[in-house]
């Protein structure tokens, strides 16, 4: 019998096969509808990092019994998109710039990715192309060249740009065959015993993460999602960023509740730093593999300084392979692993309903910092794991191995599995045993007003999703809504 993709996903993190059944899933038709198995597998990722939450939280609250995980599709679709949902002062943040986009080539397509200032310089430097051309310019620019050429030309310049390949040719490229032979979740445990003790939890809601220091060295969604999870549970979230690299403002917003955030400078200002890493109990990287090996902030140097430290990498196209050390995000993978043409067809590409390999990532890598955390609780030792964008779109990709074939799940009960299912019931634990606004049979995902909130914060009125990660006694929404970027004291809570 195949393993659902909630427990393939738990034992890569070394869970207890024994807490599975404590989570029960209200299945919604129309919830992230796509040929790939999308929600089942975003299911699966929301699901282990809260399931991890739980088991954490019992730990340090010295419960007799792990609280139980309630999932709801509606609640996974609309945190998926949640950079959709989000309305500052009521104004819709823009998603991607004008040049970041599909276009035709003389052999295919390319896709780029402009959202940033230095990224479209890059991109257009590298095309002979204008500061101030246009996208018509741009077109045309690519229209006479091959994808392939446009793809090493631009990341040659430090620009991005991928071009569109069938799962085939991903599957025979050289980054494609050294992304499969990796877990989905690499995990170690290098070093010593070290770290300081987290005192009880208790009250309510159940923090899992109540006192662990996070510093947040990520940027964009799929690390920020991570840390924003981490807030969530109680953890004092710290993001630093660099005074020139500034993040785009809506994107901060999204992700940035629960969190306070510094800019610091790691020449200038790296004693500051050195004392928030001597202090802290993870580590949270998002910048391209190598990116920080100058400042000594490899995730191997980390562990090695600090003792009991939890270090989680997040890349793009993972650390290794002759991708390893390029910068990537959710789009690029898409096309370059096959998802853009499964998803619409080699003549006109398609996306996913959602960036769900960054978000996916992303509540992936939290239940991995969980999990490390109720390690370390037993023994003191820190951990080291990785995560990669293009592994989870392998992972997603292999949908044929897991149970869930492009397609096959018309009926979305199928979706879970069969020995947890009720005859005549959505819900992978027995009706009876569930509230009863959850027995409604035949449930669908219409609109998202249900997981939906409102708050005032510094920086406007801000509409946006709940988290999906939900328990028994957990938060239902963060302690504190995002300020400006930027602004916070250099130090922790």
């Known amino acids: 019998m195949t393993h659902s993709p909630m427990a393939a996903a738990w034992q890569e993190l070394g869970g207890d096969p024994a807490l599975l059944p404590g989570v029960s899933t209200v299945v919604r038709a129309g919830a992230l509808e796509a040929r790939l198995p999308v929600r089942a597998s975003a299911r699966a990722c929301v699901g282990v990092c809260a399931l991890a939450a739980a088991e954490l939280g019992a730990r340090r609250a010295g419960l007799a019994q792990v609280p139980l995980v309630t999932l709801d599709d509606g609640a996974v679709a609309t945190a998926f998109v949640s950079e959709r949902h989000l309305t500052i002062d009521g104004r819709a943040p823009v998603s991607f710039a004008p040049l970041s986009r599909f276009w035709r080539t003389a052999d295919g397509w390319v896709r780029t990715h402009a959202n940033y200032p230095r990224h479209r310089a890059r991109l257009l430097d590298a095309l002979g192309a204008a500061p101030d051309a246009t996208a018509e310019d741009v077109a045309g620019a690519l229209a006479g060249r091959s994808a392939r050429e446009v793809e090493e030309t631009v990341y040659a310049a430090g620009g991005l740009a991928v071009a569109l390949r069938t799962a085939k040719e991903w599957a025979a490229h050289e980054q494609g065959v050294a992304v499969a032979r990796?877990?989905?979740?690499?995990?170690?445990?290098?070093?010593?015993?070290?770290?300081?003790?987290?005192?009880?939890?208790?009250?309510?809601?159940?923090?899992?993460?109540?006192?662990?220091?996070?510093?947040?060295?990520?940027?964009?969604?799929?690390?920020?999602?991570?840390?924003?999870?981490?807030?969530?549970?109680?953890?004092d979230v710290l993001r630093v960023d660099a005074p020139g690299l500034p993040e785009d403002p809506d994107a901060h917003a999204d992700t940035g509740f629960g969190k306070r955030s510094t800019v610091l400078d790691l020449t200038a200002d790296r004693h500051t730093f050195d004392g928030l890493l001597a202090a802290a109990d993870v580590v949270v990287t998002g910048y391209r593999p190598g990116a920080l090996d100058r400042f000594g902030l490899s995730p191997e140097a980390l562990a090695e300084r600090y003792p009991g430290l939890i270090v989680a990498q997040l890349s793009a196209w993972g650390t290794y392979g002759p991708w390893g050390g390029r910068r990537g995000f959710d789009s690029l993978v898409q096309v370059a692993t096959g998802i853009a043409v499964t998803e619409g067809s080699p003549e006109r590409p398609?996306?996913?309903?959602?960036?769900?390999?960054?978000?996916?990532?992303?509540?992936?890598?939290?239940?991995?910092?969980?999990?490390?955390?109720?390690?370390?609780?037993?023994?003191?030792?820190?951990?080291?794991?990785?995560?990669?964008?293009?592994?989870?779109?392998?992972?997603?990709?292999?949908?044929?191995?897991?149970?869930?074939?492009p397609g096959a799940a018309t009926d979305p009960t199928a979706e879970v599995p069969s020995e947890h299912r009720v005859a005549g019931s959505p819900y992978i634990r027995p009706a009876a045993e569930l509230p009863y606004e959850h027995r409604v049979a035949g449930a669908s995902y219409d609109r998202p007003d249900a997981w939906l909130s409102e708050r005032d914060s510094p920086i406007g009125r801000l509409r946006h999703a709940l988290s999906p990660v939900s328990f028994t006694g957990g938060p239902a929404d963060w302690s504190r809504p995002p300020g400006p970027w930027g602004t916070d004291a250099a130090r922790w809570a």
């Not at 109540?210 to 799929?222: E, F, K, P, Q």
């Open 182 to 235: 990796r877990p989905l979740i690499e995990r170690g445990r290098p070093g010593t015993a070290g770290s300081r003790a987290l005192a009880p939890v208790g009250g309510g809601p159940l923090l899992p993460a109540a006192g662990v220091r996070v510093l947040d060295l990520t940027r964009v969604i799929a690390g920020p999602v991570a840390t924003r999870t981490l807030a969530l549970l109680g953890a």
């Open 350 to 405: 398609g996306a996913l309903p959602a960036q769900a390999l960054d978000h996916g990532t992303g509540y992936l890598l939290a239940a991995a910092v969980l999990r490390a955390l109720t390690e370390r609780a037993e023994d003191g030792r820190g951990s080291l794991v990785r995560l990669a964008l293009a592994r989870t779109a392998a992972w997603l990709t292999d949908g044929i191995e897991r149970g869930d074939a």
